[in-house]
């Protein structure tokens, strides 16, 4: 990371090269992928941002749902020394209906986030943004409910019967959050964004990670596990 415009420039060679997004590149090739965002997100400027917000974008092109999996949850933290004229870009993608989802929720998160840091009239703003997404009958239900699920994390008033209602539509198949979180949220009363968890993708360099996820893995190869037991461990 300390290299700078130099690392940018050969990441964006890399990244930007339809080669490297096809189906069944190398497994070394791939992690190239999860090392770029992770450097990427450690330079600060416009460049870095932009080059995130293309990969992003080709993530989901490709189809990599695995690629998004790993850096879910760690977007505002990648974004965190990243200028607002960054912002958006980010915008753009999150509202690109030819995109997943899945990737234009995570867009929506360090959005969100870079307004939680700044005046309240200006996370008031994005967060009726996100009702709005959230309101919407024409767009997707999955990126409603992810919106919605943002929303019970900064509780205001006025969002509580949207989000009631879109609660009370959910079915069991495609449970996001219940009727029973709002009500803790909004007895609570304060703003705690969920990416709080998720300050710091670079643990997956310290040691201990190391270790644990190559425990962890020789287990999943004998069999000895086949799922994850928590959220905080996707970089573990």
């Given at each position: 990371?300390?290299?700078?415009?130099?690392?940018?420039?050969?990441?964006?060679?890399?990244?930007?090269?339809?080669?490297?997004?096809?189906?069944?590149?190398?497994?070394?090739?791939?992690?190239l992928g999860l090392?770029?965002?992770?450097?990427?997100?450690?330079?600060?400027?416009?460049?870095?941002?932009?080059?995130?917000?293309?990969?992003?974008?080709?993530?989901?092109?490709?189809?990599?749902?695995?690629?998004?999996?790993?850096?879910?949850?760690?977007?505002?933290?990648?974004?965190?020394?990243?200028?607002?004229?960054?912002?958006?870009?980010?915008?753009?993608?999150?509202?690109?209906?030819?995109?997943?989802?899945?990737?234009?929720?995570?867009?929506?998160?360090?959005?969100?986030?870079?307004?939680?840091?700044?005046?309240?009239?200006?996370?008031?703003?994005?967060?009726?943004?996100?009702?709005?997404?959230?309101?919407?009958?024409?767009?997707?239900?999955?990126?409603?409910?992810?919106?919605?699920?943002?929303?019970?994390?900064?509780?205001?008033?006025?969002?509580?019967?949207?989000?009631?209602?879109?609660?009370?539509r959910q079915t069991?198949?495609?449970?996001?959050?219940?009727r029973g979180e709002?009500?803790?949220?909004?007895?609570?009363?304060?703003?705690?964004?969920?990416?709080?968890?998720?300050?710091?993708?670079?643990?997956?360099?310290?040691?201990?990670?190391?270790?644990?996820?190559?425990?962890?893995?020789?287990?999943?190869?004998?069999?000895?596990?086949?799922?994850?037991?928590?959220?905080?461990?996707?970089?573990?």
């Open positions: 990371a300390r290299r700078g415009d130099d690392m940018m420039q050969a990441l964006a060679r890399v990244t930007r090269n339809d080669d490297f997004w096809k189906d069944g590149v190398d497994p070394e090739e791939w992690w090392h770029a965002v992770m450097i990427l997100g450690l330079i600060p400027g416009e460049g870095a941002g932009r080059l995130l917000v293309d990969i992003m974008r080709r993530m989901s092109e490709a189809d990599d749902s695995d690629l998004q999996d790993w850096c879910a949850g760690y977007w505002p933290a990648l974004f965190r020394n990243k200028p607002d004229t960054v912002l958006p870009a980010l915008r753009a993608l999150s509202m690109d209906r030819d995109l997943d989802w899945y990737v234009r929720a995570n867009a929506v998160e360090p959005i969100v986030a870079a307004a939680e840091g700044q005046d309240n009239a200006l996370l008031d703003e994005v967060l009726a943004w996100l009702a709005g997404i959230a309101r919407d009958e024409d767009e997707e239900w999955d990126l409603r409910l992810s919106a919605a699920h943002l929303l019970i994390d900064f509780p205001r008033a006025s969002y509580r019967p949207l989000l009631e209602s879109l609660a009370a069991d198949q495609d449970r996001s959050f219940s709002i009500d803790t949220a909004y007895a609570a009363g304060k703003d705690e964004p969920e990416w709080l968890r998720f300050a710091d993708p670079w643990k997956f360099y310290s040691s201990d990670a190391i270790e644990q996820r190559q425990a962890r893995w020789a287990q999943e190869d004998a069999g000895e596990i086949t799922e994850f037991d928590d959220e905080d461990d996707l970089l573990l």
